[in-house]
T-cell receptor, first 114, second 115 residues
Framework: NAGVMQNPRHLVRRRGQEARLRCSPM?????VYWYRQLPEEGLKFMVY????????ESGMPKERFSAEFPKEGPSILRIQQVVRGDSAAYFC????????????FGAGSRLTVL | GQQLNQSPQSMFIQEGEDVSMNCTSS?????WLWYKQDPGEGPVLLIA?????ELTSNGRLTAQFGITRKDSFLNISASIPSDVGIYFC???????????????FGKGTKLSVKP
């Protein structure tokens, strides 16, 4: 039973490029969450999705960031026109419909913007 | 935004020592969670607390949900080298209106081995 799978694990982009981060939840989990972690900081909530629905995007920056969780395939966090301040570790977590407070995290995708 | 104050920020341990860390908040939480993060990895859940006053153990780890619902502590007894890492508290709460899975994380307590 694979855990939460994230790829790529490391991504380097130049300013102005696009970054796409993918997340496959644990088997049986239908809820996906994205968090961002800056160096020496705790994780900050970005967005909560169920299949084909965004439930809570209160932590998403208003511009350049978007997330989706399509009916088929992984969840995608997309960052357009990246800037140096976007450099961070991005973690995906998933949970089952019941007991949804118990999140299982992936190993993260580390984005570096040059 | 909501904040959790986690202390200490860092500590050095010697094998066999007991370790304590805590988190406080100005907000009331319905759930307190403690996670451990190793370098280059995601956080792994250690203990989940769902009820004010609850005391829960997981092996050498013990955590409590404060009676005011605004604080929690984690104790590690008889520490071993593999306890090294960063420990995060996280709350999911009521009076800040966060959705399920919208956790507020502390900044972490970094455990290192005494030289």
């Amino acid at each position: 039973n694979a855990g939460v799978m994230q790829n790529p694990r490391h991504l380097v982009r130049r300013r102005g490029q696009e970054a796409r981060l993918r997340c496959s939840p644990m088997k049986g989990h239908s809820h996906v969450y994205w968090y961002r972690q800056l160096p020496e900081e705790g994780l900050k909530f970005m967005v909560y999705l169920q299949k084909e629905n965004i439930i809570d995007e209160s932590g998403m920056p208003k511009e350049r960031f978007s997330a989706e969780f399509p009916k088929e395939g992984p969840s995608i966090l997309r960052i357009q026109q990246v800037v140096r301040g976007d450099s961070a570790a991005y973690f995906c977590a998933s949970s089952p419909p019941v007991g949804a407070n118990v999140l299982t995290f992936g190993a993260g995708s580390r984005l570096t913007v040059l | 935004g909501q904040q959790l104050n986690q202390s200490p920020q860092s500590m050095f341990i010697q094998e066999g020592e007991d370790v304590s860390m805590n988190c406080t908040s100005s907000s009331i939480f319905n759930t307190w969670l403690w996670y451990k993060q190793d370098p280059g990895e995601g956080p792994v859940l250690l203990i989940a607390l769902y009820k004010a006053g609850e005391l829960t153990s997981n092996g050498r780890l013990t955590a409590q949900f404060g009676i005011t619902r605004k604080d929690s502590f984690l104790n590690i007894s008889a520490s071993i080298p593999s306890d090294v890492g960063i420990y995060f508290c996280a709350g999911q709460g009521s009076d800040y209106g966060g959705s399920q899975g919208n956790l507020i994380f502390g900044k972490g307590t970094k455990l290192s081995v005494k030289p």
